[in-house]
């Protein structure tokens, strides 16, 4: 069989449906996982010891295992566990949630921690409360020196979700390896599959640099 | 009248005793100048007037408010001491402008246009007008340094504590902050400034302390200590630093 590219634009509906999922899920994951992520950064970097063993004990949880293995025990050993029974989709994007919440909160914490004490001090010393110099001062400094790590953590948050073939998501990598199964095109099919992909993480990196250039250089 | 009054405060970190039952009272209208050997507590002494090191022994009143009754008294405290310090500690982020700003408009709850005049008001009198648009990194350290105390009188304190304020400068560029410091002495503030400048404490000082092992070792009329000294370890520390 050789190749012909011509036969890609017919199963590029599919393809696209595929995308979408991936978008979803990563958008969903992403926006969860960063709320997941600041809480434990916050609860490592200024949390009393109980507060800072906990986000501790989750983050190297997260970290010591696979997400193929977290998103297995989501779908298979909790309905055993629990008797909770969530369908693959949830699975998939609680997946991305805790496992990218984990990275993001040690993210958070060492932006945190990076920005120079001093400036706390001055914060404080002119009488504003402790919320009001983390909100004003330090966390909008640590953000703006969070972004490239973030953008790095969103690339590799995008293409786990091509993990989630395992549980049988209609995400962009199962439905390359459905139309593959149907007409054996591995050469055409994957390559569109990773230009798809390559557009995707493309956007996101473009989209931080702007991000990134708005915000003034410190 | 009594501005801060130090009774028998003892300061520790863990077993370490950095202050040793002080007794200080300091009026105001009063520039004393604090010195002394590397590690003997001058830091640690202004930086519990303030409230940012908590004091373990004793008590400490500030304007009629002691550090030990409450986060929103020592807030109040905060925002009648200002402080400068060693490395500038400007925002990085925000022009000369927002920094001084930043007082008036997030503590004092002023609005932004008033806020900025009072901006304004204090860059003019540290000479930095027309580099009220300029980030801290592109303004000189003198520059950075005098914008960081414009920051600080932009709240309005009663007090000023300066923690070696020239220290990270070049020399030719100390002078331009020592003059500002100096004009605000003549306008009646109290302060009280940790440094090396002995001219600086001859010529504006009304008092001077020479610390030593988290104590006060001498405290007299600079003129008298630094023409007479009579302490031997004074005596030693001074040919060190002349
Ligand atoms: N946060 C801290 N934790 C532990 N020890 C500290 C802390 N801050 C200061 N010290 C110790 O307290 C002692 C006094 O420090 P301090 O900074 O007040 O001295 P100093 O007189 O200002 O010295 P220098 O002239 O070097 O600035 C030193 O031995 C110092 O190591
Ligand atoms: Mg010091």
């Known amino acids: ?218 | 009248m009594s501005m801060i009054e130090f009774k028998q405060v003892s300061k520790h970190f863990g077993d370490l005793k950095v202050l040793d039952e002080v007794d200080l009272n300091i009026n105001e209208r009063e520039v004393v100048v604090l010195i002394g050997p590397s590690g003997s507590g001058k830091s640690t002494l202004l930086r519990c007037i303030n409230g940012l090191e908590m004091i373990t022994g004793g008590d400490l009143v500030v304007d009629g408010m002691s550090v030990l009754s409450g986060n929103a008294n020592l807030r109040e405290i905060r925002q009648e001491a200002g402080m400068v310090f060693q490395q500038f500690n400007l925002f990085p982020q925000l022009t000369a402008e927002e920094n001084v700003a930043f007082g008036p408009r997030h503590v004092r709850g002023l609005s932004n246009s008033e806020s900025l005049r009072i901006a304004h008001e204090l860059l003019d009198k540290v000479g930095l007008a027309e580099k009220k648009k300029h980030l801290p990194s592109e303004l000189s350290g003198g520059q950075q340094q005098r914008v960081a105390i414009a920051r600080a009188l932009a709240i309005k304190p009663k007090v000023m504590l300066f923690d070696e304020p020239t220290s990270a400068l070049d020399p030719e560029l100390r002078q331009e902050v020592l003059n500002v410091m100096q004009r605000l002495a003549e306008e009646g503030m109290t302060m009280v400034v940790v440094t090396h400048e002995m001219s600086f404490a001859r010529q504006v000082g009304t008092r001077l302390i020479f610390m030593e092992n988290g104590k006060i070792a001498v405290d007299g009329k600079p003129q008298e200590m630094l023409v007479n000294p009579t302490n031997p370890r004074l005596k030693d520390f001074l040919r060190h630093v002349e």
């Open chain 1, 1 to 218: 069989m050789s190749v012909d590219w011509t036969i890609v634009p017919q199963f590029l509906p599919q393809l696209f449906k595929g995308a979408k999922m991936t978008i979803y899920i990563t958008l969903v994951g992403l926006a969860g996982g960063m709320i997941i992520g600041v809480i434990a950064g916050l609860m490592r970097a200024y949390g009393n010891r109980l507060l800072n063993f906990i986000a501790l004990v989750y983050i190297e949880v997260i970290r010591g295992t696979p997400i193929v293995v977290q998103v297995m025990f989501l779908y298979f050993a909790l309905p055993v566990l629990a008797s909770i029974r969530i369908d693959p989709l949830s699975a998939a994007i609680i997946a991305i949630i805790i496992n990218a919440g984990a990275y993001i909160a040690e993210i958070v914490r060492g932006s945190l921690q990076s920005i120079s004490p001093g400036l706390r001090e001055a914060g404080l010393a002119m009488g504003l409360p402790r919320w009001k110099v983390l909100a004003l001062i330090v966390g909008p400094l640590a953000f703006r020196r969070s972004i490239p790590p973030l953008g790095n953590q969103f690339i590799v948050s995008l293409k786990d979700t091509s993990l989630f073939i395992v549980i049988g998501v209609g995400e962009l990598t199962r439905t390359g390896q459905e139309i593959m199964a149907s007409n054996f095109r591995a050469v055409e099919i994957w390559t569109a599959v990773a230009v798809i992909y390559l557009i995707l993480t493309g956007t996101l990196t473009l989209l931080l640099r702007l991000i990134e250039k708005r915000m003034r250089i410190l």
